[in-house]
C-alpha cells in the first residue's frame, strides 16, 4: 500500500487569499491525480499528471507533478467559496491502482 | 451526476449482523472499485472488479467480500460487522481496468450500534 501524505490536513483561508496543498510520497508514481470532493458527494477529478515536472492550469488552479514523480502541489488563486471542500490526491505506480492521501479539508469564509 | 448509482444511501445496523451494499456503475464502464471513507483513515482502496473478474486488491478485511454480476453491477457483502465498520462506502467505475478516470457514486453511509 502507498502512503501519500497530504499537507496540510485543515485550511481555512478568508476568500480572495492564494493557498498551496502538497502531496508527498516515498513511491514514484506513474500518474497522479487531484479530486475533490463536496459534503455527500463522492470525489470528483479535477486533473491527472503524469510526466515528472508537468504543470497544468485549470482556471484559479494549478497543479504541479515532481520532476521525480514522488509528490505534487495545487495551488488555488483567489480563493472563493465554491472551491470549499476535501482535495485528495491520487497516486498510482506502474500497472497499480490508485491510492488515495490523508487529504486536505479546506474552508474559504466569505 | 456521475452516473454511478449507490444502494442504499444509508444504513443502521447492529453489531455481528451483515449488510449488502449495491453499486451500479456508469454505462460502459467495465470497472468497479470499492472504497472505505472513514475520519480517521481517509479513503481507502478495498478492492477492484474488471468485466466481471477480481483484479486487484487493496486493505479489505476477510469479513469483507464483494463481486460483479455479469450485468457489471457490483455487490459489497460486510459481514460479523463491528463499530469500527462504520464509515461512508463509496463505489467508483472507470472504462479501463488500469489508470484512468475514477468516476463516484455518492456514497453508503453505514453506522454500526
Known amino acids: 500500500t502507498q502512503l501519500l501524505e497530504q499537507s496540510p490536513q485543515f485550511l481555512s483561508i478568508q476568500e480572495g487569499e492564494n ?18 470532493q463536496e459534503p455527500g458527494e463522492g470525489p470528483v477529478l479535477l486533473v491527472t499528471v503524469v510526466t515528472g515536472g508537468e504543470v497544468k492550469k485549470l ?20 480563493a472563493q467559496p465554491g472551491d470549499t471542500g476535501l482535495y485528495l490526491c491520487a ?5 497499480n491502482q490508485f491510492y488515495f492521501g490523508t487529504g486536505t479539508s479546506l474552508t474559504v469564509i466569505p | ?12 445496523t447492529a453489531t455481528g449482523q451483515r449488510v449488502t451494499l ?17 475520519l480517521d483513515q481517509g479513503l481507502q482502496f478495498l478492492i477492484q472488479y474488471y468485466n ?18 455479469p450485468d457489471l453491477h457490483s455487490e459489497l457483502n460486510l459481514s460479523s460487522l463491528e463499530l469500527g465498520d462504520s464509515a461512508l462506502y463509496f ?3 472507470s472504462l479501463r481496468g488500469l489508470g484512468g478516470e475514477l468516476f463516484f457514486g455518492e456514497g453508503s453511509r453505514l453506522t454500526v450500534l
Not at chain 1, 493557498?19 to 475533490?36: A, D, G, K, M, P
Not at chain 1, 507533478?65 to 488563486?77: E, M, Q
Not at chain 2, 451526476?1 to 444502494?7: H, I, L, P
Open chain 1, 91 to 95: 497516486g498510482a505506480e506502474t500497472g
Open chain 2, 91 to 93: 463505489c467508483a467505475s
Open chain 2, 52 to 69: 466481471g473478474e477480481e483484479r486487484a486488491k487493496g486493505n479489505i478485511l476477510e469479513r469483507f467480500s464483494a463481486q460483479q454480476f
Open chain 2, 22 to 38: 449495491r453499486c451500479s456503475p456508469r454505462s460502459g464502464d467495465l470497472s468497479v472499485y470499492w472504497y472505505q471513507q472513514s
Open chain 1, 19 to 36: 493557498l498551496t496543498v502538497y502531496c508527498n510520497s516515498s513511491s514514484v508514481f506513474s500518474s497522479l491525480q487531484w479530486y475533490r
Open chain 2, 1 to 12: 451526476d456521475s452516473g454511478v448509482t449507490q444502494t442504499p444511501k444509508h444504513l443502521i
Open chain 1, 59 to 78: 482556471k484559479r488552479l494549478t497543479f504541479q507533478f515532481g520532476d521525480a514523480r514522488k509528490d505534487s502541489s495545487l495551488h488555488i488563486t483567489a
